[in-house]
């Protein structure tokens, strides 16, 4: 299964709405999580089932979507939330990473 | 707290074998599937491997690119899963992170991960 984001690359504000975009060759129903990566840093999971928030994440960031198209959603940007964002179906193996989206802020 | 460290990255050369090790701490080991993702130099994420827990027989399964060259295997008494690298390419070389999998509303995820230890494959 192939994972697309778009888009590549994002800048954007302190205060922003941004939303990513992951989409799936075909039907994956819930089991996508989303995952922030700082420079230098391992990833951190941040939504996991399409839409549920990791215990200790942010409430400003969401999750949506279900089958072929998927979105997260980050309400209000704040400077932390620089890095890259990579999105993960675990639905069939082998897993497959999209090829992340690098925000800068 | 869930510690995941991994250890064993080093130097290698086109051809040659390597182990990685990650050990665990904080969390029962036995009960979680654990895998192995690793990232290229200045390069996005690449999924790996699994080994799932005993209650499923520690079955494993692999990304496409190692298949037959790379395996996963697993020591609860030491709560440590390695990795087993053989016949390496310079295209193998990155950062291998180990990841707890941990299943919840209906799907696995990848909630704690390690710092991640280098292998290079050069001549």
């Known amino acids: 299964i192939q994972m697309t984001q778009s888009p590549a690359f994002l800048s954007a504000s302190v205060g922003d709405r941004v939303t990513l975009t992951c989409r799936a060759s075909?039907?994956?129903?819930?089991?996508l999580g989303w995952y922030q990566q700082r420079p230098g840093k391992a990833p951190k999971l941040l939504i996991y089932a399409t839409s549920h928030l990791q215990t200790g994440v942010p409430s400003r960031f969401s999750g949506g979507g279900s089958d072929t198209e998927f979105t997260l959603t980050i309400s209000s940007l704040q400077p932390e939330d620089f890095g890259t964002y990579y999105c993960l179906q675990d639905v069939a193996y082998p897993l497959t990473f999209g090829q992340g989206t690098r925000l800068e802020i | 707290e869930v510690q995941l460290v991994e250890s064993g990255g080093d130097l290698v050369q086109p051809g040659g074998s390597l182990r990685l090790s990650c050990t665990a701490s904080g969390f029962s080991f036995s009960d979680h599937y654990m895998d192995w993702v690793r990232q290229a130099p200045g390069k996005g994420l690449e999924w790996v491997g699994r080994t799932r827990n005993k209650a499923n027989s520690y079955n494993t399964e692999y990304g496409a690119s190692v298949i037959g060259r790379f395996t996963i295997s697993r020591d609860d008494s030491k709560t440590s899963m390695f990795l087993h690298m053989n016949s390496l390419k310079t295209e193998d070389t990155a950062v291998y992170y180990c990841a707890r999998a941990t299943f919840g509303s209906g799907t696995y995820f990848l909630d704690s991960w390690g710092q991640g230890t280098l292998v290079t494959v050069s001549s």
């Open positions: 075909q039907g994956i129903g819930n089991d």
